[in-house]
């Protein structure tokens, strides 16, 4: 057998490789690394949007809720607080005179079914300036509803025009629907009877009924106020007055 039949002494040679001094040959399957294709890049990008806009809606849900929550607790607030104060109102209603008809008899109440008047002291610090004319109304809100308005006034000493004190306070906004309405005092033979409008300016009713109806969640409960009459302060007050309208006499 020849010494280049088995590749022992015939064999060609290879060129070897040249490295540059101080560097390392590295295996092909680390120097071929490849970063991401674009489409693996597109999916993540997908995924973030996709998550961020899950993240972006419980939020905004979230928020929803607490400015609803906000606004429910406001108002039902403002139907407490407004119901507090016209029965407290209601409540110290004083025969005092507002005026007087053709007649020359005393005003001391007059109403219907969307507005009333009458005299009564303000609560609290208010109430230093003495009795004061209050006239609740139910006016257009420009919204296809209705508030409820009440306009304060002072009654002179001297009998002449109430002086309205600023511009009217709304109660209660948002209004769809609402009526007053009256009860005549009681007679020994007979009950009295709830009345769209107050026939007798001169007299004083025994009970005043206000009812809404409200847009929104809350319903308005049926107020049923009854007055609680000082008689003897406007016969002091209605005395005095007549005094000082006559002529002095010397």
């Known amino acids: 057998m020849k010494s280049g039949e088995w590749g022992i002494g015939n064999r060609e040679s290879v060129p070897a490789r040249s490295v540059s001094p101080g560097r390392m040959l590295l295996p092909d399957s680390r ?27 419980g939020v905004r849900t979230a928020t929803r809720s607490v400015r609803s929550g906000s606004a429910a607790v406001e108002r039902l607030d403002q139907l407490r607080s407004t119901q507090q104060f016209m029965r407290q109102e209601l409540a110290q209603v004083q025969a005092v005179p507002q005026g007087r008809d053709q007649n020359g008899d005393s005003i001391y109440f007059t109403g219907d079914a969307q507005s009333m008047r009458f005299v009564a002291p303000l609560p609290g610090y208010l109430g230093k300036l003495g009795p004061q004319l209050q ?22 000493p001297d009998g002449s025009d109430a002086k309205p004190l600023g511009e009217p306070e709304v109660l209660m906004d948002d209004v769809r629907d609402g009526h007053f309405s009256y009860r005549t005092p009681d ?32 319903d308005w409960p049926r ?18 007055r007549g005094l000082r309208r006559q002529p002095v006499t010397r």
């Open 223 to 240: 107020l049923d106020a009854p007055l609680r009459i000082d008689a003897a302060a406007g016969q002091q007050m209605d005395l005095l």
């Open 31 to 57: 120097r071929a690394q490849r970063g991401f294709s674009l489409l693996e890049v597109l999916g993540a990008l997908a995924l973030m949007a996709l998550l961020l806009l899950g993240v972006y809606s």
């Open 135 to 156: 006239e609740w109304k139910l006016v257009s809100n420009g919204k296809g509803g209705s508030r409820l308005e009440v306009r304060f006034a002072l009654l002179p």
């Open 187 to 218: 007679l020994p033979d007979q009950a009295g009877s709830w009345q769209a409008t107050w026939p007798d300016p001169r007299l004083l009713p025994r009970v005043v009924r206000v009812e809404l109806k409200l847009d929104g969640l809350h």
